[in-house]
């Protein structure tokens, strides 16, 4: 499995919420079979957001989908934006 892992400051958290569930770069549609959005405890306008995909190729494409996005004029709910694609190299659910 691949995953995107996203990670960057919002202005509002609320706004950019609504921005991500209008879902611009069509997830479903570009092989995101999953995604989680995390907040860090302490820094609640901070988001990570993992998307899962089955191949890397789709994640890759994606990534290019989302900075044409990011750069785009009015673009204003997020900046800084942190991108990498990683590989699940271990996992396991422990009861």
Known sequence: MTVLRIEHPVSRYEDWKRAF?????????????RYRVLRPIDDPNYVLIDLEFDQRHRAEAFLAT???IWTAAGHTVSA???ARI??????????
């Open 21 to 33: 569930d209008s879902d611009p770069a069509g997830r479903a549609r570009g092989g995101v079979r």
């Open 80 to 82: 800084d934006q942190r």
């Open 66 to 68: 989302l900075q044409r």
């Open 86 to 95: 990683v590989e699940v190299a271990a996992a396991e659910e422990l009861p």
